[in-house]
């Protein structure tokens, strides 16, 4: 069965996430401002806002230079990534792959439930007509590396987390929820590569099992879609593109924890007794926790176990707090400026975008010629 990026091919529940259409009538986005407002109150509790409000007074903001430019050259790893996984659909250069990532981040930030996801996904059909649902795959194993690696860091620093007290507030959990995330991360990655390894025994199983029980009308389309999602899967069948991505990634949150360490210089850490090696576990548990629902831009999700940890290692809880807000800022700020830049220039406005998702159509592709994903035997 050919896998064609035909207009109706869009996996309608998963691009609800992309909607953003009243979003005050969601509930999902009330369970996530719900959930960031708690969090809030969970790190501000205690606080001394007037020493929070001093320590941001006296940074040394000028380490924020450095801090932005190792995240960027982190930005340019994550497009070569999504480069080397799309190449089995289709080879894109890197610098192109570059505004579609930064489209995709500024997505994640300001709308709800990870919508930017969707986002770059539609950019890329629009401008390479790579399927959706195809690009789609190779953003979710881009997602499983990224777990597995912030897994890698909490647990490489177990000597560090053994160290968090409780009074860091969520430090009695976090070796659980690691052990817990472990578990989940092995079983999606578990699955996908099987998946990857043996295309037609899971489509066979998936015809048997799934397409009998479906809708005349929907099977076809619902069909498509999932030979589709599969040939993104194509990536994983090498042991040697497995290893790439995943070196590939852990580069990617090395250089992260680089901007946390550049941000650092700019307060007084004195007391400090983490190293890089607590910047990392910090990264992994911020990261990890950002997987939560909450409001856009990951409030409460990021600064709250942040300043647990940082508070856990000997910085002065007002310290913790005004690093942790502005790291986050500094995160949050420049990839949704830029992203926000080359989503204009594209010509692409939001309000089109979700009323397209809406409809279930894919836009049509820039190119003259229509991708074909790689054919799959019925």
Same mark, same amino acid.
């Given at each position: 069965?050919?896998?064609?990026?035909?207009?109706?091919?869009?996996?309608?529940?998963?691009?609800?996430?992309?909607?953003?259409?009243?979003?005050?009538?969601?509930?999902?986005?009330?369970?996530?401002?719900?959930?960031?407002?708690?969090?809030?109150?969970?790190?501000?509790?205690?606080?001394?806002?007037?020493?929070?409000?001093?320590?941001?007074?006296?940074?040394?903001?000028?380490?924020?230079?450095?801090?932005?430019?190792?995240?960027?050259?982190?930005?340019?790893?994550?497009?070569?990534?999504?480069?080397?996984?799309?190449?089995?659909?289709?080879?894109?250069?890197?610098?192109?792959?570059?505004?579609?990532?930064?489209?995709?981040?500024?997505?994640?930030?300001?709308?709800?439930?990870?919508?930017?996801?969707?986002?770059?996904?539609?950019?890329?059909?629009?401008?390479?007509?790579?399927?959706?649902?195809?690009?789609?795959?190779?953003?979710?194993?881009?997602?499983?590396?990224?777990?597995?690696?912030?897994?890698?860091?909490?647990?490489?620093?177990?000597?560090?987390?053994?160290?968090?007290?409780?009074?860091?507030?969520?430090?009695?959990?976090?070796?659980?929820?690691?052990?817990?995330?472990? *578990?989940?991360? #092995?079983?999606?990655?578990?699955?996908?590569?099987? @998946?990857?390894?043996? +295309?037609?025994?899971? =489509? !066979?199983? $998936?015809?048997?099992?799934?397409?009998?029980?479906?809708?005349?009308?929907?099977?076809?389309?619902?069909?498509?879609?999932?030979?589709?999602?599969?040939?993104?899967?194509?990536?994983?069948?090498?042991?040697?593109?497995?290893?790439?991505?995943?070196?590939?990634?852990?580069?990617?949150?090395?250089?992260?924890?680089?901007?946390?360490?550049?941000?650092?210089?700019?307060?007084?850490?004195?007391?400090?007794?983490?190293?890089?090696?607590?910047?990392?576990?910090?990264?992994?548990?911020?990261?990890?926790?950002?997987?939560?629902?909450?409001?856009?831009?990951?409030?409460?999700?990021?600064?709250?176990?942040?300043?647990?940890?940082?508070?856990?290692?000997?910085?002065?809880? *007002?310290?913790? #707090?005004?690093?942790?807000?502005?790291?986050?800022? @500094?995160?949050?700020? +420049?990839?949704?400026? =830029? !992203?926000? $830049?080359?989503?204009?220039?594209?010509?692409?406005?939001?309000?089109?975008?979700?009323?397209?998702?809406?409809?279930?159509?894919?836009?049509?592709?820039?190119?003259?010629?229509?991708?074909?994903?790689?054919?799959?035997?019925?």
């Amino acid at each position: 069965m050919p896998v064609r990026g035909g207009r109706g091919a869009w996996p309608r529940r998963f691009l609800a996430h992309g909607k953003g259409i009243a979003l005050l009538r969601r509930w999902q986005f009330w369970v996530g401002v719900l959930i960031s407002a708690v969090l809030l109150w969970l790190a501000v509790r205690g606080l001394k806002l007037e020493e929070v409000w001093q320590t941001l007074r006296t940074a040394n903001y000028v380490w924020l230079i450095p801090g932005i430019g190792i995240y960027f050259v982190g930005v340019w790893a994550r497009a070569w990534r999504w480069h080397y996984l799309l190449r089995p659909l289709k080879a894109i250069s890197t610098l192109k792959m570059f505004p579609i990532v930064t489209i995709g981040y500024m997505g994640n930030n300001i709308y709800p439930a990870r919508a930017g996801e969707v986002l770059r996904a539609y950019v890329l059909r629009r401008e390479e007509g790579v399927p959706v649902s195809a690009s789609l795959a190779t953003i979710l194993i881009e997602r499983i590396f990224d777990g597995v690696v912030m897994l890698v860091f909490v647990f490489f620093n177990l000597g560090g987390l053994a160290r968090l007290t409780g009074h860091s507030g969520l430090a009695g959990s976090i070796q659980t929820v690691a052990l817990w995330g472990t *578990a989940a991360f #092995a079983a999606a990655l578990g699955l996908f590569l099987l @998946a990857a390894m043996f +295309p037609h025994q899971s =489509l !066979g199983l $998936y015809r048997r099992l799934v397409a009998p029980r479906l809708p005349g009308r929907l099977r076809e389309r619902v069909s498509q879609l999932v030979v589709s999602f599969w040939t993104g899967l194509e990536s994983l069948r090498s042991p040697r593109n497995i290893l790439m991505v995943f070196v590939t990634s852990f580069v990617i949150w090395l250089l992260e924890t680089g901007k946390y360490w550049f941000v650092m210089h700019a307060f007084d850490f004195s007391g400090y007794t983490g190293g890089f090696f607590g910047l990392m576990l910090m990264n992994g548990i911020v990261n990890l926790a950002t997987t939560i629902p909450s409001a856009p831009g990951y409030v409460g999700t990021f600064d709250t176990p942040g300043i647990a940890v940082l508070t856990a290692y000997g910085v002065a809880p *007002a310290v913790a #707090a005004g690093y942790t807000l502005t790291l986050h800022a @500094a995160l949050w700020l +420049p990839i949704t400026l =830029l !992203g926000a $830049y080359y989503m204009a220039r594209a010509g692409l406005r939001w309000d089109k975008v979700r009323s397209e998702v809406a409809a279930g159509r894919e836009p049509p592709s820039g190119g003259e010629q229509q991708l074909e994903s790689q054919k799959l035997e019925a």
